[in-house]
């Protein structure tokens, strides 16, 4: 049913005008059918993820913490050793917050100029690599220096679409400075995903600790062995899949609300109805909470399995090659979901619904979004290489200064390193997804209806068409909006 309080259409054309020209070009504006009406929607899921996160806190709270506390009571930790690993993984934390908000901060001046200077420090990055590897292990430097050379041959292939990708992500940075405060919800989902990974391994801990007291009365035969070890592997498929459910719930929330921003953005003025913040939040959490759940289920599940595939991908060939298909079946079902969240967040639909509709509405432009998501997405990566080589560089610094012992101190310092790289990559993958999360949805409302966007940022649809008309014509002329808005004359 179509709402009549969202303002989503602005059509060039009168409704008479198109119903006699349904077959003529251009096409008419997309006016999808808008299911904001309160209706949870894919709600078993939702009951589903609720009930699973209810019961990862109490397991966590009830069984985790005293175990864990016991264990400290009787192991003879070092405290100081502790307290040089909180201060280094904190400083790591600080010092990577404080690069991504700066780049955050950059990218709202030169947007347009993001992609260039990304591929710019990656060539830089590996020649600094490879001039290291020299001194210490020549023989490796052959290493970094081949990845130069396939560094230059991808720019050389897409340095044509550059521009166009720049665009899209100069559009994409319009619509989240306009909207400041989504910095500050991704930040607090931050915290959430950090929450749910302790509450997790507490929960980890508190199962371990039932198992090895339930483990002796099992292992008495050879059944009770082979029992005890499917028990335990299905225990652990669950445990893994427990993890990843919550982690990408918790990540997608943010696409789904940094979606409903471009929407604000492109199709009002005003910053209210359906896509202002405050509303975007509660569907996030309440009515389209159970496509979130759905589409990550999904995801999840994959994940899983591939992380016992990975386990055993040196045994034998069949391992290797399952493992190969589940990582394109989730890149694949990765890649679907970033794009069903957009338009689920955008028309309010449930995740079978919205993935169909998409998919539609691309077939019907003849659109492609992959050179343009493929040189986005590179650009991203680099920036949380960047900032985690960063975070690690500050972690293993502090660590090296405050530890006290000499023995094995290159190893330790090299793992609070990894730790530190770690944390980098997870602070800057704020700024990148909800980058990553509004190119897309300037793909989407692009497709769905220009002509909004010429009513509310007119000197973005003229960027916007230009690019198109320069580097994908034939894409423009084909989804009929190349006779409608004609190339901007210089």
Request: hydrophobic share 50%; proline share 2%.
């Amino acid at each position: 049913m179509l709402s009549d309080s969202v303002a989503i259409s602005v059509p060039l054309r009168s409704d008479d005008e198109t119903e006699t020209n349904i077959n003529s070009d251009p096409p008419a504006y997309e006016n999808p059918q808008l299911d904001f009406n309160g209706e949870w929607k894919d709600r078993g899921f939702a009951i589903a993820f609720w009930i699973h996160t209810i019961a990862v806190i109490l397991v966590g709270l009830t069984l985790g913490i005293p175990n864990l506390l016991w264990s400290m009571e009787e192991s003879s930790s070092d405290i100081l050793g502790f307290k040089c690993v909180i201060y280094s993984l904190i400083g790591a934390a600080v010092a990577s917050g404080l690069v991504s908000f700066l780049t955050l901060f950059s990218l709202q001046l030169c947007a347009g100029q993001l992609i260039k200077c990304s591929f710019l420090i990656l060539i830089i990055m590996q020649i600094l690599l490879t001039v290291a590897l020299y001194f210490i292990l020549p023989l490796s430097c052959f290493v970094p220096g081949a990845f130069i050379l396939f560094t230059l041959i991808y720019i050389s292939c897409v340095r044509n679409h550059i521009a166009f990708a720049e665009a899209h992500l100069e559009v994409g940075c319009a619509s989240l400075r306009s909207q400041s405060s989504l910095i500050f919800v991704a930040l607090f989902m931050l915290i959430v995903e950090f929450l749910w990974l302790t509450l997790w391994c507490l929960m980890c801990v508190g199962v371990t600790h039932v198992a090895r007291i339930n483990l002796p009365s099992n292992s008495i035969s050879d059944h009770g062995i082979m029992l005890g070890f499917l028990i335990g592997k299905i225990v652990l498929f669950l445990l893994i899949l427990s993890c990843y459910w919550g982690a990408v719930t918790f990540g997608n929330i943010i696409h789904f609300i940094a979606a409903c921003t471009v929407g604000d953005w492109w199709f009002t003025s005003d910053g209210s109805g359906h896509y202002g913040m405050s509303n975007s939040i509660k569907r996030a959490f309440t009515t389209n909470l159970g496509t979130i759940c759905f589409g990550s289920l999904f995801e999840a599940v994959i994940k899983s399995l591939r992380f016992f595939t990975g386990n055993g991908r040196r045994k034998n060939c069949l391992t290797c090659i399952i493992d190969y298909m589940l990582q394109i079946l989730e890149k694949s079902i990765g890649y679907l979901n970033e794009w069903a969240f957009t338009f689920a967040a955008l028309t309010g639909q449930g995740y079978i619904q919205a993935s169909r509709s998409f998919i539609e509405l691309f077939k019907k432009r003849g659109w492609t979004a992959i050179v343009n998501d493929s040189i986005v997405g590179i650009t991203l990566m680099i920036i949380n290489l960047g900032i985690g080589l960063i975070s690690a560089v500050v972690g293993g610094t502090i660590m090296h200064y405050m530890i006290t012992e000499s023995s094995e101190i290159t190893g330790f310092v090299i793992f609070i390193a990894c730790i530190s790289f770690l944390i980098g990559i997870l602070m800057s993958s704020i700024i990148t997804t909800l980058l990553k999360s509004c190119v897309r949805a300037v793909f989407v409302c692009f497709a769905l209806n220009p002509a909004a966007l010429g009513a509310t940022h007119p000197e973005h649809l003229q960027k916007l068409t230009k690019v198109w008309h320069k580097f994908y014509p034939q894409e423009f002329v084909s989804s009929g909006y190349a006779n409608e808005f004609k190339e901007p004359i210089v």
